[in-house]
Structures are given as structure tokens and as C-alpha cells.
Nanobody
Framework: VQLQASGGGLVQPGGSLKLSCAAT????????MGWYRQAPGKDRELVAR????????AYGNSAKGRFTISRDNAANMLYLEMKNLEPEDTGVYYC????????WGQGTQVTVSS
């Protein structure tokens, strides 16, 4: 499976961005799709994930209440809508399939700065 993330950019604090991830290849109903981010000098952390079979969503603490993960199964697309962005949200955002040992996209840079 190949994952292609897009939609990053420079945004002011309080602003919004919507990331997209296009998946090519076989995605199974039992897969988990998610977004991770890595800030400079920090470990990669989970932002949000969705269990495709149940539709259950889970969020990292920093994303709760501000970010929404969604997917379009028919189009093999995954999205992350981010609102009320903070400078601490700056980092490279990665699309992921099936966790740390799974498939990774190339990442898209999000910079929150005035």
C-alpha cells in the first residue's frame, strides 16, 4: 500500500487546515488508518486513527476537541481536519496504515506561526 499525504502548509495560530491522504493498493476492512506527527527534536506521536471495520475513532490528547479524522472508503481517502491550530501543532504529519510497523506516507509539513 502506498500513502500520499497532502494539504500541509503555513497557517497562523487559530487557523485551520485539512490534510488528505490518498491510499493506493489493497485496503482491508480490518485495517486501521491514522495520522501521526513528528515535531522537530521529538518522537513521532499519534494524532488520530480510525478503525475501518467499526468506524471507531481515537485521538491523541493534543488533538481532542480540535481535530477530526474521517475517511472515504470508496475513494480510499483519509482526512484530518484541524481547527484552532497552535504553534505546538507544527511538525510533519504522516499518513499511516496499521500502526508503527505498518505503512507510511512521505509526510506533509504543517507550520503554525504568526
Amino acid at each position: 500500500v502506498q500513502l500520499q499525504a497532502s494539504g500541509g502548509g503555513l497557517v497562523q495560530p487559530g487557523g485551520s487546515l485539512k490534510l488528505s491522504c490518498a491510499a493506493t493498493g489493497q485496503i482491508f476492512s480490518t485495517d486501521t488508518m491514522g495520522w501521526y506527527r513528528q515535531a522537530p527534536g521529538k518522537d513521532r506521536e499519534l494524532v488520530a486513527r480510525v478503525f475501518l471495520e467499526s468506524g471507531t475513532r481515537a485521538y491523541g490528547n493534543s488533538a481532542k476537541g480540535r481535530f477530526t479524522i474521517s475517511r472515504d472508503n470508496a475513494a480510499n481517502m483519509l482526512y484530518l481536519e484541524m481547527k484552532n491550530l497552535e504553534p505546538e501543532d507544527t511538525g510533519v504529519y504522516y499518513c499511516n496504515r496499521n500502526g508503527l510497523d505498518g505503512d507510511w506516507g512521505q509526510g506533509t509539513q504543517v507550520t503554525v506561526s504568526s
